[in-house]
C-alpha cells in the first residue's frame, strides 16, 4: 500500500487515484476496503461501493465491460482542496474558493435528512454541511458509460 494525497481533484480524482483508473490500481494505494456494497438502479447499471471507514473515504466503481472509478466522496478532515484544509472552510470560503478555480455555484438545496448541499455541476462536485454550517462530507466525480470510459470531463 502506498501512502496517498488526499488532494481533490475535480473532474481528475484523488491524489494520484484518477477517474477511470481500476479497482486494482486504488487497492496499490488504499489496500482492500473494509466494506464493499454493490447497487443497482432501474437500468441495471451496477455500482460497486468501495468503503475506507478508517480512512473516511468511499470509492465508487462503475462501468459493465470495464469497472472504473467514477465517484469519490471523502469526509477525512485532512482533505485539501484547491491547496487549501477542506473540511477548515464555511460555505462561503468554498464557494470564493471554487469560484477563483473556475467553477460555477448551481444549486443549494436541503437533503430529506437535514444537510445542506452546494452543488457545482460543471465540476461534477457537491458540498455536504451539517445545521451549524460545518462542512460534513464531499461528493465528486464522472460520468461514465457501459464500457468503463469517461463520457465527460
Do not use: H
Not at 461528493?139 to 469517461?150: A, F, S
Amino acid at each position: 500500500m502506498k501512502a496517498m494525497a488526499l488532494e481533490i481533484k475535480p473532474k481528475q480524482g484523488l491524489g494520484d487515484v484518477k477517474f477511470g483508473d481500476t479497482m486494482e490500481t486504488l487497492f496499490g494505494y488504499l489496500g482492500q476496503p473494509e466494506d464493499m456494497e454493490e447497487l443497482e438502479d432501474a437500468d441495471e447499471f451496477p455500482t460497486l461501493v468501495l468503503n475506507y471507514w478508517d480512512e473516511k473515504i468511499t470509492v465508487f466503481v462503475e462501468g459493465i465491460e470495464k469497472q472504473v472509478i467514477s465517484c469519490f466522496e471523502v469526509d477525512n478532515d485532512q482533505s485539501i482542496l484547491f491547496g487549501k484544509w477542506a473540511f477548515n472552510l464555511k460555505e462561503e470560503e468554498i464557494t470564493a474558493l471554487m469560484t477563483a478555480n473556475g467553477y460555477t455555484l448551481m444549486d443549494v438545496g436541503l437533503e430529506e435528512w437535514g444537510e445542506k448541499r452546494l452543488t457545482f455541476e460543471d465540476g461534477m462536485i457537491d458540498f455536504f454541511f451539517d445545521k451549524e454550517g460545518n462542512l460534513l462530507s464531499i461528493n465528486w466525480g464522472v460520468l461514465v458509460n457501459d464500457k468503463g470510459e469517461i463520457e465527460e470531463l
